[in-house]
């Protein structure tokens, strides 16, 4: 099939926003198997199992058609495909929420996670990707952060799908703090290698929600990935993290969009420094987008009054127009941290 129509289908399961959406070009749209392949593979409830929401759907469906009437040339030949008209005519008449309540309502969201270096065979063939609950609605700096997936965490995630970010998964045991949707940890199990995830978050409502994520992802076995509560600042010693820790000594600890919040850096670090007193040679992987420099460099300097190690992973977002996967503006810097135990505990 056309790249450019796998792209759009990519980023339409991704709830990408209609306006920057990769609409395929005019002379694919009028060309009646395009279109019908269009719905088969984007609008057909029957042929796939975790659509996006209604509202969405809506939103992309309508431009859709104009572009596809806007593309036909010669109307007596080429024609709109009664499917896609059917579909927006069900969506026009069934109940949008509105957007007052869709904050509250999950939509489910796909994520294509390609490797940085999949060859064309691989992408060509079954796309790997996972698939999430989420509250898409949710705004940045809300009180439920946590029930969506945010562009740290893609940016994250892209690294984690590079070469040395593999390194840092494939035949580890992974630590995941403010797990939020569960993106990384499910992305770590399910498709990078960790012999072992435990996900965690601050939140009792969001590791729930998290469960149904994982189960959706067929990790729902606490043998492969364990979910728990983690509140930080809190002692470990003594604690479930400790006998976790026991069975499944932690390699690589990772965390994404969890250093927003200044009052919270400190017991951030602090947990960040009895993780390594357990085990000094863990490293630690922190991703964040830089909304407030103010903040992120508090976390910065949390971690060196601790005295870690602390560099910075050099990883540039590709511009959109590049991006095959994982897609998420650069509007916003993101900066990834690699911090490790003092040179004196090592």
Request: glycine share 6%; charged share 25%.
């Amino acid at each position: 099939m056309d790249p450019q129509l796998v792209l759009f289908r990519r980023q339409y399961f991704q709830l990408f926003e209609p306006d920057f959406l990769a609409w395929p070009p005019k002379s694919l749209l009028r060309e009646s198997g395009i279109q019908q392949w269009l719905y088969k593979h984007c609008f057909d409830t029957s042929a796939n199992l975790h659509l996006p929401s209604d509202r969405y759907r809506l939103r992309v469906l309508k431009p859709l058609l104009k572009k596809v009437e806007q593309a036909i040339e010669d109307p007596e030949q080429d024609e709109i495909s009664d499917d896609l008209m059917s579909c927006l005519s069900s969506l026009m008449s069934s109940e949008i929420p509105s957007e007052a309540m869709a904050v509250q309502q999950k939509s489910y969201v796909t994520f294509t996670t390609l490797p940085e270096n999949a060859s064309r065979e691989e992408e060509e063939g079954p796309e790997p990707s996972l698939t999430l609950l989420e509250r898409r609605q949710l705004i940045s700096g809300s009180l439920t952060t946590g029930f969506r997936t945010w562009e740290a965490a893609l940016h994250l995630g892209a690294y984690l799908l590079s070469g040395p970010g593999q390194d840092l998964i494939k035949g580890k045991s992974i630590l995941e703090l403010g797990a939020g949707t569960g993106f990384l940890s499910i992305l770590c199990g399910k498709q990078l290698g960790a012999t072992h995830v435990t996900t965690t978050d601050g939140d009792e409502g969001v590791v729930e929600a998290l469960k149904e994520n994982l189960f959706l992802n067929g990790l729902d076995d606490e043998k492969k990935v364990l979910t728990s509560v983690l509140r930080w600042g809190h002692g470990i010693r003594g604690s479930w993290v400790e006998d976790d820790y026991e069975e499944h000594p932690y390699d690589t600890v990772i965390g994404a969009d969890i250093t927003y919040d200044k009052t919270a850096c400190s017991a951030l670090a602090a947990t960040i420094r009895m993780l390594l007193e357990l085990r000094p040679s863990i490293k630690v992987i922190i991703a964040g987008t830089i909304r407030n420099v103010d903040t992120f460099e508090t976390f910065r300097h949390a971690c060196l009054r601790n005295h870690f190690n602390v560099e910075e992973i050099p990883f540039e977002p590709k511009p959109i127009r590049e991006q095959k996967a994982l897609f998420y503006a650069k509007a916003v810097p993101f900066k990834i941290l690699s911090i490790t135990a003092p040179s004196d505990s090592a």
